[in-house]
């Protein structure tokens, strides 16, 4: 595969292709604009809600953002929702109620796309006084469809709660995660990361093939098979899970050595 070449990239944003200060380098807008000066679309792949876009889109302008794990696609130029894929409220009450049920501590909050909502206890990590921010009862979060259903335990490990999501929710929703803690992503039935993308690239004619994936987390593990299984490349940074470097067919450095970066210019 010496001479194969991407005809789409997509990245993840988190920990691939922004650095630990939430910014991009220099000489990494410069490569994706290269490639992008070329025909090939950049595409940004992320559990990001739209409402977090508002600065990359101030670094990269235009292209479609597949959003909220593969729920929202979101056109960047003009800050339009293009698609969503919700979780309805039948789903959004059962889980959360057999959730509460079996661990009562577990604290709840919902992505709208660009609103927020999180229970009383929940504590958000990021954007707590934000606008589109704003408390509300489990009752009222679950009333109607929502891009995002976030689960958080604040005592028990990451591995072992994700684990109790998937259990309790079973095939009726997508369960995935992102973070250092315990914060369970839940989106709805086979909605993931690979479906976004997989949307993009369709529309712009392209197949697993011919695209690039970088990503460094187990939400991105559905477009490193998607890419992988059909014949493209799934590029893991160095630091990535453990998961996601067994589902890889590439390592790169860090997002702080501007992996994405270094891999792209060596093709």
């Known amino acids: 595969m010496s001479d194969w070449k991407p005809?789409?990239?997509?990245?993840?944003?988190?920990?691939?292709?922004?650095?630990?200060?939430?910014?991009?380098?220099?000489?990494?807008?410069?490569?994706?604009?290269?490639?992008?000066?070329?025909?090939?679309?950049?595409?940004?792949?992320?559990?990001?809600?739209?409402?977090?876009?508002?600065?990359?889109?101030?670094?990269l302008r235009y292209g479609t953002?597949?959003?909220?794990?593969?729920?929202?696609?979101?056109?960047?130029?003009?800050?339009?929702?293009?698609?969503?894929?919700?979780?309805?409220?039948?789903?959004?009450?059962?889980?959360?109620?057999?959730?509460?049920?079996?661990?009562?501590?577990?604290?709840?909050?919902?992505?709208y796309g660009l609103e927020f909502r999180h229970e009383p206890v929940y504590q958000p990590r990021w954007d707590v006084d934000a606008p589109g921010v704003a408390v509300a009862t489990l009752e009222e979060m679950v009333a109607a469809p929502v891009a995002k259903l976030l689960a958080r335990h604040e005592t028990l490990p990451r591995d072992e709660f994700v684990a109790l999501v998937e259990r309790v929710v079973g095939d009726t929703a997508t369960v995935t995660n992102s973070s250092t803690d315990a914060l369970a992503e839940i989106s709805a039935r086979g909605v993931t990361k690979a479906t976004g993308i997989a949307k993009v690239a369709a529309e712009h004619g392209v197949g697993p093939e011919d695209v690039v994936v970088f990503g460094d987390m187990p939400n991105d593990i559905a477009a490193f098979d998607w890419v992988r299984e059909g014949g493209g490349r799934a590029v893991a940074m160095a630091h990535a899970h453990p998961d996601l470097l067994a589902a890889a067919t590439d390592v790169t450095g860090t997002n702080e050595d501007d992996g994405v970066a270094a891999f792209l210019s060596s093709l």
Do not use: H, K
């Open 65 to 111: 953002a597949v959003c909220c794990n593969g729920a929202v696609l979101l056109d960047l130029a003009g800050f339009e929702v293009l698609e969503e894929d919700a979780l309805e409220p039948e789903v959004l009450q059962e889980v959360t109620a057999e959730l509460r049920r079996q661990q009562p501590d577990t604290w709840f909050a919902v992505e």
């Open 7 to 59: 005809r789409l990239i997509a990245t993840d944003m988190d920990g691939t292709l922004l650095r630990g200060n939430d910014t991009v380098s220099d000489a990494t807008v410069a490569e994706l604009e290269r490639w992008r000066a070329e025909g090939v679309p950049v595409v940004l792949a992320t559990g990001r809600p739209p409402r977090w876009m508002v600065r990359i889109r101030e670094v």
